[in-house]
Antibody, heavy 121, light 107 residues
């Protein structure tokens, strides 16, 4: 069974940092691109960024709203995805989901359950 | 960035009704469009990909159509479990974007 489990959310002050993790199981992690998506309370879905596979040099893409502040990485040996969030703003408050896809232009067929990040003083 | 506009934003319908949700893109996205269903407190669930391909395990009452800039999601006969929020998503170009969502409620 495919499983994606996020962790690392919590309360952080504006300007602070947080690192989210996503543990994958039940599928060949190295075959997939991995994405982060967020949803502010009561709002819609917002794509955060993507990391490609090793064969694609682990290249990344980011939304403009997080570029330069957030960094996506992965550890294929641990089947884990990470989101390093720096210089956090109150508007980064959201549930953060990880999701898998098969490549550029392809859909996300499995999502994690999400982890809540609250940025507040 | 490609903007996706869903209509309507809110829909009230009864069990057994058929409903259609439209998603319009500000630029062509070919057929790189997906539809997701989200229930309160849960992660989104993939329903349709490549504009019209039904994801495995999704009931056949769901269907999608369109290409380019105009797409539709149709639910042929609403069941109680279908009352949720629906999002379209374009994967044609970065940044990947979503529509604002359509909330489907029981009349």
């Amino acid at each position: 069974e495919v499983q994606l489990v996020e962790s690392g959310g919590g309360l952080v002050q504006p300007g602070g940092s947080l690192r989210l993790s996503c543990a994958a199981s039940g599928f060949t992690f190295t075959d997939h691109y991995m994405d982060w998506v967020r949803q502010a309370p009561g709002k819609g879905l917002e794509w955060v960024g993507r990391i490609r596979r090793k064969v694609n040099s682990y290249s990344t893409e980011y939304a403009a709203s997080v570029k330069g502040r957030f960094t996506i990485s992965r550890d294929d040996s641990e089947k884990s995805l990470f989101l390093q969030m720096n210089s956090l703003k109150t508007e980064d408050t959201a549930v953060y989901y990880c999701a898998r896809s098969y490549g550029d232009f392809t859909f996300w067929d499995h999502w994690g359950q999400g982890t809540l990040v609250t940025v507040s003083s | 960035d490609i903007q996706l506009t869903q209509s309507p934003s809110f829909l009230s319908a009864s069990v057994g009704d058929g409903v259609t949700i439209t998603c319009r893109a500000s630029q062509g996205v070919r057929s790189y469009l997906a539809w997701y269903q989200q229930k309160a407190g849960k992660a989104p669930k993939l329903l349709i990909y490549a504009a019209s391909t039904l994801q495995s395990g999704v009931p056949s009452r769901f269907s999608g159509s369109g290409s380019g800039t105009e797409f539709t999601l149709t639910i042929s006969s609403l069941q109680p479990e279908d009352f949720a929020t629906y999002y379209c998503q374009q994967l044609n170009s970065y940044p990947i974007t979503f529509g604002q969502g359509t909330r489907l409620e029981i009349k």
